[in-house]
């Protein structure tokens, strides 16, 4: 069982790290709005999931066309490494997403939409 004060220091780390890739993506990947981690500590390597969201569906399947879906899979590796966390392969762990489909199946509900997906076991 990770400690409370152990889980503060990694989701301090965790949020430092993925919003330094966060930055580095929007120049490089039109339409990327932003990302959100969610995971269980205690199950961190298994539960893991990274969500990177485009403005519009269309971007997003651009997005996951050829080296994009790869250098997403990258930053998001260097930040887990940044972080100090162990994954064995980040592509494992992204899931991908638009405000489109958010404002169009949740009323723009992000907290609503990101229970309603399935958890990893």
Known sequence: MIAKKE???MERRLSDALTHACEQAKPLLPGFCWLTPEVDYQRFSE???VTWVFDTHSNLANALKGDAKRSIAELTAE???EAGLD???ASRHLDFD???ACQREHGGDWQRRLRS????H
């Open 7 to 9: 889980r503060g220091k």
């Open 47 to 49: 539960s893991l999931v």
């Open 79 to 81: 930040a887990l490494t």
């Open 87 to 89: 994954v064995d392969d």
């Open 98 to 100: 638009s405000e489109e």
């Open 117 to 120: 997906k399935p958890t990893r």
